[in-house]
């Protein structure tokens, strides 16, 4: 936000409580909704609900809305790189 | 640079800021593989990973997060604060930061004590007692709430001596870098809870 001839970008607090209500909201929902037996489901809809979550705190609390570009970039390259090994590992445990 | 002026140049807010998110990367990774090694474990021994994830308490863990999740607008509010000169309200906000901070791990001292007083930790006669998949999802359940447990206690240090640069006015409201990578250290904490409040204590 601040490179040294920048000029800062001032985020205000209300858009902060906005982001808090929003992360609790979802917090609240997958505890409602992990309470029922969904079975894969609810794991599915936990994981979604927590991946919102994160992408909320990384694009307001971290600041990468108005931070460089480079650091939104290698954020998503780093989630890529960890969504590949995932899969990658799952593909062994599944078909072996 | 326009509207700003400064006396001391020698210094690179962004390389600074750059340098604090490589350190995240490598943090994410490390737990990406501890998530993977849950996960693997977890398909292999799904059904006493079942039974073991009933023994976790979901409204400590659900009260964890309200606190981690509020401690982190809180600290992400302070660069606010201190944006806008107000010292006094950043230090306000720094100190519910690191108060609830300490209160998260107040609520892991009185969970894990009663897991333990169950007879709950790893390598203990009634955890063997149950089998292969209680033993991994215990130890799992240790090691990783453990590790996140101490990234809030380095968090906390870091934020304390923060604190304390912002009394001394060493961080004010043109040289402040250094209290935005403690808030972004911060928030990978948080990040990091809020995958493993649901995959420890939501899916059963």
């Known amino acids: 936000m601040n490179s040294n001839n920048d000029k800062p970008h001032i985020v205000p607090y209300r858009t902060f409580i906005f982001v808090l209500l929003a992360l609790l909201v979802f917090t609240f929902t997958s505890i409602g909704v992990t309470s029922y037996n969904l079975g894969p489901y609810s794991v599915l809809a936990a994981l979604l609900l927590a991946t919102a979550k994160t992408i909320l705190v990384l694009t307001f609390f971290m600041h990468l809305k108005w931070d460089v570009k480079l650091f939104s970039i290698l954020v998503a390259a780093v989630m890529a790189l960890i969504g590949v090994v995932i899969f990658i590992t799952f593909l062994d445990y599944l078909f072996r | ?204």
């Open chain 2, 1 to 204: 640079m326009p509207g700003q002026s400064h006396t001391d140049e020698h210094r690179d807010d962004l390389g600074s800021r750059f340098g604090m998110w490589l350190f995240i990367f490598t943090e994410l990774l490390l737990f990406a593989g501890l998530f993977i090694v849950y996960a693997t474990y977890r398909y292999k021994n799904w059904q006493a990973f079942h039974l073991a994830a009933k023994e976790l308490n979901t409204f400590i863990g659900a009260l964890n997060t309200v606190i981690l999740l509020t401690s982190s607008a809180t600290i992400a509010m302070s660069i606010t604060a201190i944006q806008q000169k107000r010292k006094i309200l950043a230090m306000v906000l720094m100190g519910i930061t690191m108060a609830v901070g300490v209160v998260f791990l107040v609520n892991k001292y009185f969970e894990w004590g009663l897991k333990i007083q169950h007879g709950l930790y790893p390598g203990s006669q009634t955890l063997l007692e149950f089998g292969k998949g209680e033993v991994l999802f215990f130890g799992l359940y240790f090691f990783m709430t453990g590790l996140h447990a101490l990234h809030i206690i380095v968090g906390l240090i870091f934020i304390g001596f923060v604190f304390v640069y912002v009394i001394r006015n060493r961080i004010t409201f043109d040289n402040y870098v250094l209290l935005e990578n403690a808030g972004l250290y911060w928030h990978l904490v948080d990040i990091i809870w809020i995958f493993l409040f649901p995959l420890f204590y939501l899916i059963t």
